[in-house]
């Protein structure tokens, strides 16, 4: 039996840059990004890398887990 994982890490990006009243650009200059690739990790279609992930957790002074969650999946695949 094989498992199969469908991991996924949502984020409050969006709730926490609107709070701060930004723009996607605006963010996206502060941690060293494209726009583009904030707009994609605020649909969920883009899970940033782990050094992106606390750099955006530092920019808004909150920890990690209250940013980014994980949540992990498995199927048997019999």
Request: net charge negative; hydrophobic share 35%; charged share 35%.
């Amino acid at each position: 039996m094989k498992k199969e994982y469908n991991d996924t890490i949502k984020n409050k990006v969006y709730e926490f840059r609107v709070l701060k009243r930004m723009t996607q650009q605006e963010l996206a200059d502060a941690v060293g990004v494209s726009k583009q690739t904030v707009f994609v990790m605020e649909k969920n279609d883009y899970s940033p890398s782990l050094v992106l992930a606390f750099r955006i957790a530092n920019y808004f002074e909150v920890d990690i887990n209250e940013l980014f969650s994980y949540e992990r999946k498995e199927d048997d695949n019999d």
